[in-house]
């Protein structure tokens, strides 16, 4: 039978503890064994180890051969010497002086390289991570500055455009107001115009004035109140009618006097016209310019707090499908969470790999506490598993998996 010195599994899942035996070699690696020679946990800080020196250095007396990584473990703890010493015959004080010696200059070499710990190589990644956040809130940083500067610079080109159009609309009130009391005042100079030339052509025609006309049929009525009958009456157009041309005679006169004197006035009435009208544009051109002025600077700045806020919308409406919620991550993809733990950051509200990646390590701890389950001894290795799986670089997740 050939007796082999090596490794057996033990411990739970994520957290070995090694058991070193003697075995025969044709066994299963966790099948029987012949003795149990100590404990190796390379998981704890610092690794722990449980060795039996004097029954391993009996063993490969006997003609055990250990394994590559159990010879490697011996050789570190100074049993191999041991065992060397052993054969060339050396009393037992001095082969522990020389034990002890080989061991401080382990020690030594382990002290000069610099070898990290656990809890240092820990508060690195946590210190990486912390780095990374902070870079990537200063991205997010500068990114709303640039949105709020692009917002800015639309809000106020819209002002300046809405500007544009009320002065471009208070010229084109004003230009029109001009036309209209232009036209009032062109139609009515021919109107006052037309007057004296009605009058000169009714007295040239010798017709009768209303005067005239009026003085006959008050004495006509007279007339008939005084008498009644037809005699007085006959009497009465006599009497008109000799006065008639009498009246006939003196009219061409009186007729000359009254268009000179209409004339005359006609012309003051018309200057006068004139002044007024050229008085009351004036005011016209004055007074629209100022109304519509008030009336385009109401509508333009209705329009000019509409335009920010539709701008204000279509922004939201670009960035709110970005708030759409995301599809939950098979977290048991992450070396370390099982279903159980997966089970329980869901519970916690993590469903996905990037909000894993964001929790920190003593969150995650203490949702594992709350959750009454222990620890898992490596969830300070999850949030850059997360980090590395949420963008999609599973090599480089395979790759970190196989450092830890």
């Known amino acids: 039978?050939?007796?082999?010195?090596?490794?057996?599994?033990?411990?739970?899942?994520?957290?070995?503890?090694?058991?070193?035996?003697?075995?025969?070699?044709?066994?299963?690696?966790?099948?029987?064994?012949?003795?149990?020679?100590?404990?190796?946990?390379?998981?704890?800080?610092?690794?722990?180890?449980?060795?039996?020196?004097?029954?391993?250095?009996?063993?490969?007396?006997?003609?055990?051969?250990?394994?590559?990584t159990v010879r490697n473990l011996l050789q570190k703890e100074g049993i191999l010497l041991r065992w060397a010493l052993t054969r060339q015959g050396k009393e037992a004080e001095e082969i522990e002086a020389a034990v002890a010696e080989f061991k401080e200059r382990q020690a030594e070499k382990g002290a000069a390289k610099g070898k990290k710990t656990r809890a240092e190589r820990r508060a690195e990644?946590?210190?990486?991570?912390?780095?990374?956040?902070?870079?990537?809130?200063?991205?997010?940083?500068?990114?709303?500055?640039?949105?709020?500067?692009?917002?800015?610079?639309?809000?106020?080109?819209?002002?300046?455009?809405?500007?544009?159009?009320?002065?471009?609309?208070?010229?084109?009130?004003?230009?029109?107001?001009?036309?209209?009391?232009?036209?009032?005042?062109?139609?009515?100079e021919p109107a006052a115009a037309d007057e004296p030339a009605a009058a000169e052509e009714t007295e040239a025609a010798g017709q009768p004035t209303d005067a005239d006309a009026g003085e006959q049929a008050e004495a006509?009525?007279?007339?008939?109140?005084?008498?009644?009958?037809?005699?007085?009456?006959?009497?009465?157009?006599?009497?008109?009618?000799?006065?008639?041309?009498?009246?006939?005679?003196?009219?061409?006169?009186?007729?000359?006097?009254?268009?000179?004197?209409?004339?005359?006035?006609?012309?003051?009435?018309?200057?006068?016209?004139?002044?007024?009208?050229?008085?009351?544009a004036d005011e016209v051109e004055a007074a629209p310019a100022e109304e519509p002025t008030e009336a385009a600077s109401e509508e333009p700045a209705e329009e000019t707090a509409a335009e920010?806020?539709?701008?204000?919308?279509?922004?939201?409406?670009?960035?709110?499908?970005?708030?759409?919620?995301?599809?939950?991550?098979?977290?048991?993809?992450?070396?370390?969470?099982?279903?159980?733990?997966?089970?329980?950051?869901?519970?916690?509200g993590i469903t996905t790999f990037a909000q894993l990646a964001e929790t920190s390590v003593e969150r995650l701890q203490e949702i594992l506490t709350e959750a009454g389950s222990t620890t898992a001894g490596n969830e300070e290795t999850w949030p850059e598993q997360a980090r590395l799986l949420a963008a999609g670089d599973t090599e480089g997740h395979a790759a970190y998996v196989e450092s830890l």
Do not use: C
């Open 1 to 68: 039978m050939s007796v082999k010195l090596r490794f057996r599994r033990m411990g739970r899942k994520k957290l070995p503890v090694f058991g070193l035996v003697a075995t025969d070699s044709r066994s299963p690696r966790d099948g029987r064994f012949i003795e149990d020679l100590g404990r190796y946990e390379p998981v704890a800080e610092p690794s722990t180890v449980k060795l039996d020196a004097e029954r391993i250095v009996y063993w490969l007396g006997e003609g055990a051969q250990p394994s590559h």
């Open 125 to 188: 990644a946590l210190a990486a991570e912390r780095k990374a956040a902070q870079e990537k809130a200063a991205e997010l940083e500068k990114e709303r500055q640039e949105r709020e500067a692009e917002l800015r610079r639309q809000r106020e080109e819209a002002e300046a455009a809405a500007r544009a159009e009320a002065e471009a609309a208070r010229e084109e009130t004003a230009a029109a107001a001009a036309d209209s009391e232009a036209l009032t005042q062109a139609a009515d």
């Open 308 to 348: 920010p806020e539709a701008a204000a919308e279509e922004v939201a409406t670009e960035e709110a499908p970005a708030e759409e919620a995301t599809e939950a991550d098979d977290l048991s993809d992450v070396n370390g969470i099982g279903p159980k733990y997966s089970e329980i950051l869901t519970s916690a």
């Open 220 to 280: 006509q009525q007279e007339a008939e109140a005084e008498g009644g009958d037809a005699a007085t009456a006959e009497a009465t157009a006599e009497t008109v009618a000799e006065e008639a041309p009498d009246t006939a005679e003196e009219q061409p006169a009186a007729e000359e006097e009254t268009a000179e004197a209409v004339a005359d006035d006609a012309g003051e009435e018309v200057a006068d016209q004139t002044e007024a009208g050229a008085e009351q």
